[in-house]
């Protein structure tokens, strides 16, 4: 079992994703003799807590503390609920030291599933608020050094947090080893015992004393060092979460343009994880010398100098394992970066699902990812086969040194007898750890130290400047804000300035206009007057509390309500004329659970405009000072706009200091200031009148506009003339009309119908979690994956076969040298050492066999889990990646896949060592004392039966480990994408609040977990210590003579590794583990989408060639538990013409653009294109045959021709027109890299309104007869989207061209309208048509538009 020590270590504390490989520990159990004792112990592993890493949205999103909700459950008297403290805490002492207090949690699980209200808060010195507050004291009471963080400096304060564990541990380690080497020294004294004839029976009860006494101190020490490394790793976890959560909340623009989301998660997981071992590996450093010195004394007492022979060999092998460790150490590193690559393509690939599968671009992205799984699984072959090397060399260890020594005496002459034998082969054994232990100790505390490094780089980078800004009293001036001479720039180091010369002051009350072009700089002076961007000179000044609408909507995953609360109390009053001035009311009652309803991640079941209102209710509702509004209006139809303005920025905002962006010329005229810019200057500045007459950029802006409103005009002028020729119709129209609406009454009762049907009605729905044991049937799925399980017999019979060979040399070299010098060997013949030689090659054979049939079946197994797991997920419907957060996603593909890889072969390569080495001892015990046989059958089902006892607690706390882990994660994200938003509003205190709990949840099973596995090792330690001491009386109770002393010894020695305590926790942790198999299994049966292809349906490749639509009765819902968003849709979009389809935000516009490109599985109906229904024919036929410019404008990292051309079907010359007619091309010519100019993570470092040119890039160079512009131009200014405009009528003269807008002068210029409402058709004909008849919805819409311009 000492084998079992190292890999232990690490592997109770992970079995997590990128760490997964440091499991792989040689697992060999070598035995000359058996196992002479535990080294320094076996934890259960970690009986996996790693599994089930989820994002919990079941528990309160992130914000409320759940706690609230737990109730208590009484269990024999003891309250085990959520909001007691753990018993831990006011536990006595015997509880303590037989692990009693987990006693109620442990009776508790066995009766029911454990739920996290169960689980008992952790008590307070152990609670995240009260860690993070002792190690921010001993980092900040450290110097100042300008408040940098140095390695040394927080190994220091991690130190000092934990100095009281430390001290604990470290006596119990030196007790644990000196108990552990009892066993080796005294069996030459046992031996002598049994040999001699003059047997005094006290001193034989002493020896069983003192072998027993050993056995219990060890149980003790050991079960109680690894619960306070545990503990201790928990802690250093905790201040880890807690530092790198503060220091994010608090990091400059620049800094985190450095770091990408994808590495801070990984400073989250994988560098906090792995710090987490330090407390492990701390005692080795002194340890390790300490075990050498220890069994070098017991060797060098026995055999003289062939100890020196012992120790020669010992450093021989410790240096073999230098230059392997090194080697694993340099692939794990290449293989980290090819993870890390890998998993960067595939987080960007979930994250845009949605545009990938619009443009038919899943299957590139998915042989992306594949080719840098290639990659990466050249370096984990590599990997694990040099494990397997190690694991070789390890186990091999004590047969060399044996050899080496044995060989010595043969060749020396020393005289050996079986005493000095068994006591040799013990503490060779012993010698197995240390080993192996020194360099793995130095290569992990290397590791360590990386990751170390990486967390101190990330606290020191650059905080946000909290004096860029300077505050000014409340009653000192009339002045709002006032900037002078100031020069700014995002980065400080480059020379040109990102907003230059900008002078300019608003008084309280006015509302400022911040108009210009694409990429003139809008959003960067909205992010200057915040204070995010560096100030190189000048001043800003500001007064007040301020309150920010980001351009991009930035909705925290939770309820409605408290996405718009943002942590401040309710006033029901307050909120309710909020919701009304910002047209929620009707979308709130829309959605079955109201402002209750969960938002998905990144507010993902919320349309465009649903999120963009929710962010000004929030900032409505703060009733600040300032408000500084970046394009609020783009996302919102032009009535909804209308009403904004009107009740919001007039209107409850009528006295306060407002700052907006806005393209929509129309509300330019109400603005007391208007700032025109253009490259980063203000141009021009004043108010409407004034700086109209004065020409240049303001002319230009606001002539495009004119120009579509003169279009407006006309039509409506030709509408007047055409009044009484058209009277028959306006009466048909006006009765289709007055039917729909009848029929949206209908539909409304049918709604609420609905909702009293539906309870459980939320597009995110609660992860699930399995229950109970796993299915025997994944077991045998699991091995039979690779080449039908043809391996498993072999690795069955290797196994085996190194058992057998091992206990046959032992023997071997028992009976070859007598019990007493005067004895005759009982083998006579060949010199002995050769076959003992012989014996111990085979057996190391077999462990080599063994290992590699292992690594290349759990290899080739991972493999094909991995291809089928990432097919099913990129043949999912979108439904799926709209209700399933990406972290779900995300950890099936790297943490189960990394244990899949790695970690499980592993596991039931332990399993079958500890089988079969058990087995191989009772075999050996037995043959000397039959009894044990019967002693051992109620020792063996009584362990089985605390094992069923106890599993079903473990493996409900395990889950829960990992259902709690994900939202810490999640939560770093969101406020990291956030954290203006948060800055601006003052919450970074509540968030912190919120991280700090989800730190508690995660670590509240966790812990109870690290008690549970102790409470069952420890009885079963005592069980086998029991055992074993019957077993000794067995043995002093034979008369002299009637077996060999020597045989005798040997079973003593096999039995002191006797217990059932290693196969009932490599069966725990197995069990633990393969729940990663599971999830992994999960995600290979998803629903799948309708085939890419179908043969039978193949369309023409002319197809289509006239862009005819026809909608036939469509219905379509997201979910089957939600309502009909599309509710029985017909008309027809003739072939080659202009459709604009408006409606009220949430009218259900944008889903019918995903239902016409096959996203959404309609409840019924058609949709046929020219004469092919689109349901029938393959996914890729269709979505490869239309184009689309998205509602949120996607651009990919890389370069700028990856973005416009990913599938690389076309040439330079093809993508530099295309940039040309999208306005680009003079903007890309300036740039250093032209087309291989860099686009960073999400397009960042690109305005919204260039990011939605390159869209229009792309369907230019697709050239395709239906093209679908969703919102396409609703960040851009009017003028470019007015030569925009142009170029579509230009190249897409010919094709049919849909249109979604809020902006009435994105759609005059069209020949049908389709007006929805609430998911019905409510009008649909021309617009001069439907201009006529005045009462139409679409002419009161135009009127309200050109009105609100006109007032």
């Not at 644990?176 to 034989?204: D, N, R, W």
């Not at 609408?549 to 004329?577: C, H, T």
């Not at 700032?675 to 409407?688: C, E, P, R, S, W």
């Not at 730190?999 to 109870?1008: A, N, Q, S």
Request: glycine fraction near 6%.
């Amino acid at each position: 079992m000492v084998d079992r020590v190292v890999d232990k270590k690490i592997c109770t504390e992970q079995s997590f994703s990128p760490l997964a490989s440091f499991s792989l520990s040689p697992p060999s159990r070598s035995r000359l003799s058996p196992p002479a004792t535990v080294g320094w112990g076996s934890p259960p592993a970690t009986v996996g807590w790693e599994r089930e890493h989820e994002d919990f949205h079941h528990l309160e999103p992130l914000l409320n503390d759940s706690s609230k909700r737990y109730n208590s459950v009484d269990v024999q008297g003891s309250s085990v609920g959520g909001e007691s403290i753990t018993s831990y805490a006011n536990a006595n002492l015997l509880s303590i030291i037989t692990f009693s207090w987990m006693g109620p949690l442990v009776a508790l699980g066995y009766k029911k599933t454990l739920d996290l209200e169960d689980v008992p808060q952790l008590s307070s010195c152990d609670s995240a608020n009260v860690v993070f507050s002792s190690i921010r004291n001993k980092i900040e009471s450290d110097g100042n050094n300008g408040g940098q963080i140095s390695s040394t400096k927080l190994v220091k304060a991690l130190i000092l947090l934990t100095w009281k564990e430390i001290l604990w541990t470290g006596l119990l380690s030196i007790v644990c080893t000196l108990a552990s080497y009892v066993g080796p020294y005294f069996i030459e004294s046992f031996f002598h015992y049994l040999k001699s004839s003059h047997q005094l029976k006290y001193k034989g009860y002493v020896l069983v004393f003192i072998f027993f006494l050993s056995k219990l101190i060890r149980c003790f020490s050991e079960r109680h060092l690894f619960f306070q490394l545990r503990k201790m790793g928990n802690r250093v976890r905790t201040a880890l979460f807690a530092i790198i959560y503060k220091k994010n909340l608090v990091l400059s623009s620049q800094a985190k343009q450095g770091h990408t989301s994808g590495e801070n998660v990984n400073l989250m997981t994988v560098d906090v994880e792995k710090t987490g071992f330090f407390s492990w590996y701390l005692h080795d450093i002194w340890r390790v010398p300490i075990q050498f010195v220890l069994a070098l004394l017991n060797l060098y007492k026995r055999l003289g100098l062939a100890s020196l022979v012992a120790f020669a060999a010992t450093m021989i092998l410790m240096l073999a394992n230098v230059p392997l460790i090194k080697l694993k150490e340099k692939i794990q590193g290449e293989l980290m970066d090819s993870k890390d690559r890998r998993m960067k393509v595939t987080s960007e690939a979930l994250r845009n699902m949605r545009i990938l599968k619009l443009q038919g671009w899943e299957m590139k992205f998915l042989s992306k990812i594949t080719e840098r799984r290639k990659f990466e699984t050249k370096w984990l072959k590599k990997l694990l086969y040099t494990s397997a090397m190690a694991s070789f060399v390890y186990s091999s260890t004590p047969l060399f040194v044996s050899m080496a020594t044995f060989g010595f005496c043969e060749l020396m002459g020393i005289q050996l007898n079986s005493g000095k034998i068994l006591s040799a082969l013990a503490t060779f054994e012993m010698l197995q750890e240390p080993i192996h232990n020194l360099p793995d100790t130095i290569s992990m505390i290397l590791q360590i130290k990386v990751s170390l490094n990486r967390i101190t780089s990330f606290l020191c980078l650059d905080d946000l400047d909290q004096n860029i800004v300077q505050k000014l009293p409340r009653d000192s001036t009339e002045v709002a804000i006032e900037i002078i001479k100031g020069n700014f720039s995002w980065d400080i180091h480059s020379p040109n300035l990102t907003l230059k010369d900008l002078n300019f002051q608003v008084k309280h009350g006015m509302k400022v206009v911040v108009c210009g072009s694409v990429g003139s700089g809008k959003s960067s002076l909205i992010s200057c007057i915040l204070g995010e961007v560096p100030k190189i000179s000048g001043s800003i000044k500001l007064k007040g509390k301020k309150a920010y609408v980001a351009q991009l909507p930035w909705i925290q995953s939770g309820k409605i309500v408290d996405n718009i609360l943002f942590g401040k109390e309710m006033d029901k009053e307050r909120y309710e004329m909020i919701l009304e001035a910002c047209s929620l009311k009707k979308d709130l009652e829309l959605f079955a659970f109201g402002d209750q309803t969960i938002v998905g991640e990144r507010g993902i079941n919320l349309s465009g405009g649903q999120k963009q209102r929710i962010q000004i209710a929030r900032a409505l509702y703060h009733d600040a000072d300032i408000y500084l509004l970046d394009d609020p209006f783009s996302a919102v139809d032009a009535h909804t706009g209308t009403h904004l303005f009107k009740e919001c920025l007039l209107g409850i905002l009528g006295s306060k200091t407002v700052i907006y962006v806005t393209h929509q010329v129309e509300f330019f005229p109400f603005a007391d200031l208007i700032l025109v810019m253009k490259d980063g200057k203000i141009t021009q500045a004043g108010k409407y009148e004034e700086i109209l007459s004065s020409g240049t950029d303001f002319v230009e802006l606001v002539g495009a506009h004119n120009k579509a409103l003169a279009k407006l005009n006309s039509i409506e002028h030709g509408v007047a003339l055409n009044n009484l020729i058209n009277n028959e119709e306006d009466d048909n129209m006006l009765c289709g009309e007055k039917s729909n609406q009848d029929d949206e009454v209908r539909e409304s009762e049918n709604y609420k119908t609905e909702e009293l049907v539906e309870p459980k009605g939320q597009l995110v729905q609660e992860e699930k979690r399995e229950k109970g044991g796993v299915n025997p049937l994944l077991y045998l799925k699991y091995v039979t994956t690779a080449y039908k399980g043809a391996f498993v017999p072999l690795i069955l019979l290797a196994q085996i076969l190194f058992e057998l060979l091992q206990i046959v040399s032992s023997y071997w070299m028992v009976l070859d040298n007598p019990d007493s010098e005067d004895v005759r060997p009982h083998v006579m013949g060949c010199n002995p050492i050769f076959i003992y030689i012989a014996l111990t090659f085979g057996s190391s054979l077999c462990t080599f066999t063994r290992s590699m049939l292992i690594v290349t079946a759990g290899y080739k197994t991972s493999t094909l889990l991995f291809n089928k797991m990432h097919l099913c997920i990129f043949r999912a419907p979108l439904l799926f990646f709209d209700s399933t957060p990406s972290g779900r996603i995300l950890n099936r593909v790297s943490i189960d896949q990394s244990a899949a890889d790695t970690s499980i072969p592993h596991k039931f390569e332990q399993l079958l060592i500890s089988i079969i080495g058990f087995l191989g001892t009772i075999a050996v015990m037995s043959q000397v004392a039959w009894q044990m046989l019967i002693v051992s059958i109620p020792m063996t089902v009584a362990c089985i039966w605390y094992q069923q006892y106890y599993i079903s607690t473990a493996r409900e706390l395990s889950r829960l480990t990992g259902v709690c882990q994900a939202p810490i994660t999640q939560h770093f994200v969101e406020s990291s994408l956030g954290s203006i938003t948060i800055r601006c509003f003052g919450q970074e205190e509540r968030f912190m609040d919120t991280n700090l709990k989800l730190v508690d949840g995660y670590f509240r099973p966790k812990f109870h977990f690290s008690g549970a596995i102790e409470w069952l090792c420890f009885r079963m330690d005592m069980l086998a210590s029991i055992t074993y001491a019957i077993f000794f009386v067995f043995l002093i109770s034979v008369p002299h003579g009637v077996l060999s002393p020597g045989i005798m010894g040997l079973a003593v020695t096999y039995g002191l590794s006797f217990s059932m305590h290693g196969i009932i926790w490599d069966l725990c942790s197995l069990e633990n583990n393969i729940i990663s198999i599971e999830r992994i299994m999960q995600y290979t049966c998803i629903p799948s989408e309708p085939p890419l292809v179908v043969e039978e349906n193949k369309p023409d490749d002319e197809w289509p060639s006239q862009g005819k639509v026809d909608i036939v009765n469509l219905q379509v819902r997201y979910a089957s538990h939600l309502p009909l968003v599309l509710r029985d849709l017909t008309c027809t979009f003739p072939g080659g013409i202009k459709i604009g389809i408006v409606g009220r935000t949430g009218s259900g516009k944008s889903t019918l653009v995903q239902a016409l490109f096959h996203m959404l599985e309609p409840v019924a109906g058609q949709i046929w294109i020219d004469g092919i229904n689109i349901f029938k024919i393959g996914l890729h036929d269709l979505r490869s045959r239309l184009s689309i410019i998205p509602q949120d404008p996607i651009m990919f990292e890389g370069t700028l021709r990856s973005n416009l051309d990913p599938l690389e079907d076309y040439t330079d010359e093809q993508i530099w027109e295309v940039l040309d007619k999208c306005q680009l091309g003079d903007e890309i010519r300036k740039k250093e890299g032209k087309l291989d100019t860099s686009v960073n993570e999400n397009g960042e470092n690109w305005s919204i309104g260039q990011r939605q040119l390159v869209c229009l890039g792309r369907v230019l160079l697709k050239r395709c007869k239906v093209l679908v512009l969703d919102e396409a131009t609703a960040s851009m200014d009017t003028a470019t989207e007015y030569l925009i405009q142009q170029t579509l009528r230009q190249h897409f003269s010919g094709s049919t061209v849909i249109t979604i807008a809020h902006r009435i002068t994105s759609i005059l210029d069209i020949d049908m309208v389709l007006l929805l409402d609430n998911g019905l058709i409510l009008e649909y004909d021309s617009p001069a048509k439907l201009l006529e008849i005045k009462s139409s919805s679409f002419a009161k819409l135009v009127k309200e538009y050109t009105g609100r311009y006109n007032c």
